[in-house]
C-alpha cells in the first residue's frame, strides 16, 4: 500500500483472517491488477463514509472496479461467507455459543403530518389569477 491509510483500513491482523475467505483469480484470462486487500478497504471506506461509488478518493481502486468486485462477492456469497465468520469469532472471543439461538427484531412506526382544510393551501393557491388584490385575502 502506497498511500496515507484511512481510518476504515483493515489492519494485518484483520487481512489475514479475511484473505483465506476471498475467492481466488478465475483461471485463465488475465491475471489481477488490483490488490484485493485495496478492494475491501474501498468497500470498507463507502460503508463508514457513506460517499457514493463514485466519489472514492483517487488513491483507492477505481470505483467501477470496487463495484464489480461487491457485485460479484455478494452474489457467489462471498459476502454472506465473510459475515458469518467475523460473527462466530466476535461470538466466540466473547464466550459465547458461534451459532445465535435468538434473534431480535426492532421496528417503529411513526405518523406523519396530515394535510388538509384551507389551513393547509397556500395564498397563491387560494387566489389565482391576475385579478387578486391585497382587499381579496380574507384577514381572519
Not at 86 to 111: M, W
Request: net charge positive; glycine share 6%.
Amino acid at each position: 500500500m502506497d498511500r496515507k491509510p484511512y481510518p476504515s483500513d483493515l489492519t494485518d491482523e484483520q487481512w489475514a483472517l479475511l484473505e483465506p475467505l476471498l475467492p481466488p483469480a478465475k483461471p485463465g484470462g488475465r491475471p489481477r491488477s488490483v490488490d484485493l486487500r485495496e478492494v475491501a478497504n474501498a468497500m470498507l471506506y463507502l460503508l463508514r463514509t457513506g460517499c457514493p461509488w463514485r466519489s472514492l478518493p483517487h488513491d483507492l481502486p477505481p470505483w467501477g472496479t470496487v463495484w464489480a468486485s461487491f457485485r460479484r462477492w455478494r452474489d457467489d456469497g462471498t459476502l454472506d461467507l465473510l459475515h458469518d465468520a467475523l460473527r462466530d469469532r466476535t461470538r466466540t472471543e466473547a464466550g459465547r455459543d458461534p451459532n445465535p439461538s435468538a434473534a431480535v427484531l426492532d421496528s417503529q412506526s411513526v405518523k406523519t403530518a396530515e394535510k388538509g382544510g384551507r389551513a393547509a393551501t397556500t395564498l397563491a393557491r387560494r387566489f389565482r389569477g391576475a385579478s387578486a388584490t391585497l382587499s381579496s385575502i380574507p384577514l381572519d
